[in-house]
């Protein structure tokens, strides 16, 4: 079993940075590739980003590349998600996740435990 807790979300303005963090319980993380989603009232979620095990393969989607960076520190089971150039459409819930399936990390069905959320708006 693995919780995880986000942080870090807020208010920021277009063209700002946020840097999220998602803490995990729990001395198997480092087993876990891990993965950031975002999901908008009405829409499906949406995948952003994932990372290996070790942190050394990354993974984003097309729209994040060159603004967003996954990265994780497994001696303090986290992962963190640096958010620059943020865009008003980047306005979401985002989640991390520790993926358990090996089909396709950018499928949320890939992934077995999800934090609880933290609210990112860019306001124009």
């Known amino acids: 079993q693995v919780q995880l807790v986000e942080s870090g979300g807020g208010l920021v303005q277009a063209g700002g940075s946020l840097r999220l963090s998602c803490v995990a319980s729990?001395?198997?993380?480092?087993?876990?590739?891990m993965g950031w989603f975002r999901q908008t009232p009405g829409k499906e979620r949406e995948f952003v980003a994932a990372?290996?095990?070790?942190?050394?393969?990354?993974y984003y989607a097309d729209t994040m590349k060159g603004r967003f960076t996954i990265s994780r520190d497994n001696a303090k089971t986290t992962v963190f998600l640096q958010m620059n150039s943020l865009k008003p459409e980047d306005t979401a819930v985002y989640y991390c996740?520790?993926?358990?399936?090996?089909?396709?990390?950018?499928?949320?069905?890939?992934?077995?435990?999800w934090g609880q959320g933290t609210q990112v708006t860019v306001s124009s």
């Open positions: 996740a520790a993926r358990l399936g090996r089909k396709d990390y950018r499928l949320g069905s890939d992934y077995g435990y």
């Open positions: 729990g001395r198997t993380f480092s087993t876990y590739p």
């Open positions: 990372i290996g095990k070790s942190g050394s393969t990354t």
